[in-house]
Structures are given as structure tokens and as C-alpha cells.
């Protein structure tokens, strides 16, 4: 079973930047598409960025141009860059696969305002 610890989250002012992490255990992360998933309180999760593992990208239109979503295979790592962040950017953040294979992480927590 393949473990995803997140990281990365803060509270940020609006326009300001943030860097999250994902760590997944297990040698057979490369071979998946990855995604980075958010869920605002009240609301159900969305998926708002992808990367296949060739590094293809996908982005929700409310993040495109805004946050960009990157991995790398030999560290088991997939990253999401977030700049110009807005206050209905505020959710949890959590990674998985596309669609979502593994147990949820605890997921980081992002707050503008």
C-alpha cells in the first residue's frame, strides 16, 4: 500500500506564494499520474492540477496560470507551486493519484487571508 504524506501549507497573505510537497512511499510511484486535490470546508473535494508520469499537465480553470504542479520519480516526490494565491484558494490539500487510488493523507492546510 503506498503512503502520501503532504506538506507545504501556511497562511499566506492574498498574492502571496506557497510550495506544497507530496512523499509517497512504495518504488512504484513513477508509473502513475499524480494530482493534487484540495477540499474547502463545506465542499467536496476537486481535483485542481494533474501530472501523468510522463509530465503531462492538467489544471482546474480556477487554478490555470496561477499554480503549476511538477514531480520528481527518483524522489517519490510530486510538487504544486501556488502563486498569486486568493482567499478561495483556502482548503486542505492532498495529493493522490488520478483518479485517486490510495488511502488519503492527512492532507496540509492552505489559508489566505
Known amino acids: 500500500q503506498v503512503q502520501l504524506v503532504e506538506s507545504g501549507g501556511g497562511l499566506v497573505q492574498p498574492g502571496g506564494s506557497l510550495r506544497l510537497s507530496c512523499a509517497a512511499s512504495g518504488s512504484i510511484f513513477s508509473i502513475y499520474a499524480m494530482g493534487w486535490y484540495r477540499q474547502a470546508p463545506g465542499k467536496q473535494r476537486e481535483l485542481v492540477a494533474a501530472?501523468?508520469?510522463?509530465?503531462?499537465?492538467n489544471y482546474a480553470d480556477s487554478v490555470k496560470g496561477r499554480f503549476t504542479i511538477s514531480r520528481d520519480n527518483a524522489k517519490n516526490t510530486v510538487f504544486l507551486q501556488m502563486n498569486s494565491l486568493k482567499p478561495e484558494d483556502t482548503a486542505v490539500y492532498y495529493c493522490n493519484t488520478v483518479p485517486a487510488k490510495f488511502a488519503w493523507g492527512q492532507g496540509t492546510q492552505v489559508t489566505t487571508s
Open positions: 501530472i501523468t508520469s510522463d509530465g503531462s499537465t
